[in-house]
Every structure is written in C-alpha cells, then in structure tokens.
C-alpha cells in the first residue's frame, strides 16, 4: 500500500521554483507538465512520484511512495533541491498525511 504526504511552500516565486526543479530533473525523469502551473515527477513510476502545484503565491507538493523510508528520503530530496533554487529566501515544508 502506498504512502502519500502533502505539503505547502510559501515563495516569492513559486512558478520559477517549479520551472527550475523541472529543468533540473528532465534529464533523470519523464516530466509531465500540462501547465506552467502544475507538474508531476515520477520518480519511480506513476504510482510513486510527485505532483507540483502553484497556487498563488506557494508551492503544493503531493508526494505518493511505497513505504515511509522512501517517503522520508524523497521529502528530503524535494526540500534540498527547492531551497537550492529558492536564492535568498528560506522555505519551510509542514509534510502532513494526505
């Protein structure tokens, strides 16, 4: 049964963290983006990936994995790569059950 957890990022520049994150990874994943607004990562298929979501001024992130190790590290890898590429600002992640 499969884990998913959800979370919130408030950001000056919520489609350019998207935008970047996207180009970072096109080479590692198959990135779906249907909008400027919304992208989904499939790290390891469909069924255990991503979906990134601005709305306004955040970024909404659903994250579905296997098991709680893998959910744990792929919050990681999320949180590092977004405050990465968020410049001067400092984003807090609040990961909660979905």
Not at 50 to 74: H, K, M, S, W
Request: hydrophobic letters at 40%; charged letters at 25%.
């Amino acid at each position: 049964m499969s884990i998913t957890t959800t979370a919130t990022s408030r950001s000056n520049d919520a489609p350019r963290l998207l935008r970047t994150l996207c180009n970072h990874w096109r080479h590692k994943f198959e990135i779906r983006r249907d909008h400027d607004a919304h992208a989904f990562i499939p790290f390891a298929g469909d069924a255990a990936g991503a979906d990134f979501v601005v709305e306004g001024d955040a970024l909404r992130i659903v994250l579905t994995q296997p098991d709680a190790d893998a959910i744990t590290r792929y919050q990681q890898v999320i949180e590092n790569h977004l405050q990465r590429f968020a410049r001067d600002e400092t984003l807090s992640f609040d990961w909660q059950p979905a």
